[in-house]
């Protein structure tokens, strides 16, 4: 007998346990940035208009970068969604809700390249996969207390940008450097 899978919006989110939520926009616009909410309301209407407020956006990303990393976190999100038997998502042109949780390790990765050198970007993505879960939600809450908010670039935000993009992983070996380690030496 095969379970139903849980209905979801976009990725994991269900309005009905939770209205804390992560907004993605990606505009119709190729050349224009994709810009991520984090949101407490979540609107029954179809047009998401509550909370998407400057004082609400958690990055801005160029398209470029944008690009770079949708299809590899798409895959790590829909893994584990299946996992939960949840119906996976897709980035689209549109308004993408997130899961709280997915969120947060979305909001690390992009943090971690949105003023990198495009060339650190598979590095950044290697080192971000090599986390648990509860690492990427743990690294979000100590970067987001302090410099939450997009334009915040500096202390915890900074240190994630340069443990992400320049601690080395050995492919060879599938060996990570400690990244909390370098996270301290670099705040």
Request: hydrophobic letters at 45%; charged letters at 25%.
């Amino acid at each position: 007998m095969r379970l139903a899978k849980h209905q979801a919006i976009g990725f994991g989110y269900i309005p009905s346990e939770t209205k804390h939520h992560f907004l993605v926009r990606i505009p119709k616009n190729t050349s224009s940035d994709v810009v991520i909410y984090e949101r407490f309301i979540w609107d029954e209407s179809e047009a998401q208009t509550s909370e998407l407020e400057e004082k609400n956006i958690k990055v801005i990303i160029k398209r470029d970068k944008w690009n770079a990393v949708k299809s590899v976190i798409e895959k790590e999100f829909n893994r584990r969604l299946q996992i939960n038997n949840i119906i996976v998502g897709k980035f689209k042109i549109g308004d993408i809700a997130v899961e709280r949780l997915l969120g947060k390790e979305l909001i690390l990765l992009l943090w971690a390249i949105e003023d990198s050198d495009p060339g650190l970007i598979a590095v950044a993505i290697k080192n971000w996969l090599g986390l648990s879960a509860e690492e990427r939600w743990w690294l979000f809450t100590m970067a987001n207390a302090s410099t939450g908010h997009y334009s915040a670039k500096f202390g915890w935000r900074k240190a994630i940008r340069f443990a992400l993009t320049e601690n080395p992983v050995d492919d060879r070996n599938g060996i990570q450097g400690n990244l909390v380690e370098m996270l301290y030496k670099q705040i």
